[in-house]
């Protein structure tokens, strides 16, 4: 059970340049995210998508787009990168919790360290 | 305007204590409370979550309280293991815990290292 996979999981770019990070999550949940980290921010909400056809923006939207190709997948796409974006990015799919939790749980992706130069 | 607040980036005890890991926030919307744990160059993972209508939820060695007059939740360790060194997150969410509005706002973490 592979859970929340991202892809690339390294990745350096240059000021201006584009690129796609791909999400696909294999627990049939609805809603899906992305995070980004940055030291001594914590996680902030990029994106997010309730279901599969909707996407609204999160606290920090602006630089990015978001595709839900299908309930799967949800990718964030830089169109032109700015050294501002260096951070780490965290895909996340939500769906029942586990142990004694009462509601829903947000499971994150491994990461993908984007630096932009 | 930081709606979760963790206070402590840091914390330190020895192996075999109790870790308390506190957490305030602002936004009385919320409703629903999550603690995360984070190792070095991995994703968070979930530990433990309070709905907003209990004072306590517990798992294991993990125990959460949560004081909605005071707006504070914390965590417990009990006891404290070398393994549990990590940075920990508090999150909460003012969608209830599922459905379309569901999102999580996070505190800064806290580093707990836990000391042989």
């Known amino acids: 059970n592979a859970g929340v996979t991202q892809t690339p999981k390294f990745q350096v770019l240059k000021t201006g340049q584009s690129m796609t990070l791909q999400c696909a999550q294999d627990m049939n949940h609805n809603s899906m995210y992305w995070y980004r980290q940055d030291p001594g921010m914590g996680l902030r909400l990029i994106y997010y998508s309730a279901s599969e056809g909707t996407t609204d923006k999160g606290e920090v939207p602006n630089g990015y787009n978001v595709s839900r190709l299908n309930k799967r997948e949800f990718s964030l796409r830089l169109e032109s990168a700015a050294p501002s974006q260096t951070s780490v990015y965290f895909c996340?799919?939500?769906?029942?919790?586990?142990?004694?939790?009462?509601?829903?749980?947000?499971?994150f992706g491994e990461g993908s360290w984007l630096t932009v130069v | 305007d930081q709606q979760v607040k963790q206070n402590s980036p840091s914390l330190s005890v020895q192996e075999g204590r109790i870790s308390i890991l506190n957490c305030d926030y602002t936004n009385s919307m919320f409703d629903y409370f999550l603690w995360y744990k984070k190792y070095p160059a991995e994703g968070p993972t979930f530990l433990i979550s309070i709905s907003s209508i209990k004072d306590k939820n517990e798992d294991g060695r993990f125990t959460v309280f949560l004081n909605k007059s005071a707006k504070h939740l914390s965590l417990h360790i009990v006891p404290s293991q070398p393994g549990d060194s990590a940075v920990y997150f508090c999150a909460a969410s003012a969608g209830g815990s599922g459905g379309s509005n569901y999102k999580l706002t996070f505190g800064k973490g806290t580093l707990l290292t836990v000391n042989p």
């Open positions: 996340a799919s939500s769906g029942p919790g586990t142990g004694t939790s009462s509601g829903n749980t947000i499971y």
